[in-house]
């Protein structure tokens, strides 16, 4: 059972180009969650997603960012007209439902994309 | 708001008993967890606690008191290797199973 996949590992982008962050979850797994981490920092819950669906998106940026997980296909975390202080690493998590038992409050980490804003 | 507050920074010496405790203040609450990250990698999973009391997981134990909002971990015998941030997250359970973390604790183990 293959973990929680990300790529790209390292994505360099220019001043105001777009990067695509996409995130494949554990088999099984019907909730991805998008977090962003700044060096020295803690992780910042942007986006939290079910198939199909924007569950909470209340630490997304409202202009720029948008996320998304399609009925098939990773999940993806699309950023327009990056600027240099997007550069950070964004982490995606993925969890089984609740109803799995006590241990379904675990979250399964990918090891991230590190974007960086030149 | 929702936060969750703990030390930024723990230094310990080998084979001491080192503590990172947890307040959290947050709109619902399904379960405290805590996670350990190595620089440069992702943050995985340690310990869980959905009630009351001290769960064991090997040399890491995690306590929680509902009635306190607060928790820790606890790490016996520490080495080199456990250095590390530490973070520990709450399942706020509005219906939407939202994970919010604290913004980590930066363990340091000394020889």
């Known amino acids: 059972n293959a973990g929680v996949m990300q790529n790209p590992r390292h994505l360099v982008r220019r001043r105001g180009q777009e990067a695509r962050l996409r995130c494949s979850p554990m088999k099984g797994h019907s909730h991805v969650y998008w977090y962003r981490q700044l060096p020295e920092e803690g992780l910042k819950f942007m986006v939290y997603?079910?198939?199909?669906?924007?569950?909470?998106e209340s630490g997304m940026p409202k202009e720029r960012f948008s996320a998304e997980f399609p009925k098939e296909g990773p999940s993806i975390l699309r950023i327009q007209q990056v600027v240099r202080g997007d550069s950070a690493a964004y982490f995606c998590?993925?969890?089984?439902?609740?109803?799995?038992?006590?241990?379904?409050?675990?979250?399964?980490f990918g090891q991230g994309t590190r974007l960086t804003v030149v | 708001g929702q936060s969750l507050e703990q030390p930024s920074e723990v230094t310990a010496v080998e084979g001491a008993i080192v503590q990172i405790n947890c307040t959290y203040q947050?709109?619902?609450?399904?379960?405290l967890s805590w996670y350990q990250q190595h620089d440069g990698g992702a943050p995985t999973f340690l310990s869980y606690?959905?009630?009351?009391g001290l769960e064991e997981t090997g040399r890491f134990s995690s306590f929680l008191s509902r009635s306190d909002s607060y928790g820790y971990l606890l790490l016996q015998e520490p080495q080199m290797k456990d250095s590390a941030s530490y973070f520990c997250a709450v399942r706020v359970n509005l219906g939407d199973d939202k994970i919010i973390f604290g913004k980590g604790t930066r363990l340091h183990i000394l020889p």
């Open positions: 947050t709109s619902g609450f399904y379960g």
């Open positions: 997603l079910q198939k199909e669906n924007i569950i909470d």
């Open positions: 606690n959905g009630l009351d």
């Open positions: 998590a993925s969890s089984p439902t609740r109803e799995t038992g006590a241990r379904g409050t675990e979250a399964f």
